[in-house]
């Protein structure tokens, strides 16, 4: 009597199993909250099924080691740069045709000479604004939150980082 159960258990189990491994993350953490509040033998084989799950995508999951420096990526500032000049380059064609217009007197090369001076200037200038703006949306500030607001999760994951600190002998 009691085999066909067991059986039954096992397949929703191995069902259950199958099913975490096509769900995000946001999925995960639902249904780890759900199962937490389920009472008996399968919720805990469930909320076993779910950390192992959780292990395995930590595990998966490369580190990331945060950047030493201002890292930029060089696609976006190759990228960038290449705006800021060609838009201070048309700027600086059409400031000069200006200039040369008005100025017959004066050689066409001495009329070009400053406004491409100050369109290079203008494209140092803002080519670096552009790569800091980018790199600032890149890598956004981290946020202090109180340990109190964490889930169990972000605590579990604290009281690890503090044992192995310790371990280390960084926290006394």
């Given at each position: 009597m009691t085999t066909p159960t067991v059986l039954d258990t096992a397949a929703v189990l191995d069902r259950y199993r199958a099913g975490l491994r096509d769900v995000p993350d946001v999925e995960l953490e639902r249904r780890a909250a759900t199962v937490a509040a389920l009472p008996g033998r399968l919720a805990a084989e469930l909320?076993?099924?779910i950390d192992a799950?959780?292990?395995y995508r930590q595990a998966v999951r490369r580190p990331i080691s945060p950047p030493s420096g201002p890292v930029l990526n060089r696609a976006r500032v190759a990228a960038a740069a290449a705006g800021v000049v060609s838009t201070g380059a048309v700027g600086a064609v059409f400031a000069g045709r200006a200039l040369a217009e008005h100025a017959d007197q004066v050689p066409q090369a001495l009329v070009y000479s400053p406004a491409v001076a100050v369109g290079l200037v203008a494209v140092v200038a803002g080519g670096s604004r552009l790569?800091?703006?980018?790199?600032d949306r890149r890598h956004p500030l981290a946020e202090d939150i109180a340990e109190?607001?964490?889930n169990p999760l972000g605590r579990h994951l604290l009281a690890?980082?503090?044992?192995?600190?310790?371990?280390?002998?960084?926290?006394s």
């Open positions: 909320r076993h099924l799950e959780r292990e790569a800091r703006w980018f790199d109190a607001d964490l690890q980082v503090r044992a192995a600190r310790q371990v280390r002998g960084e926290v």
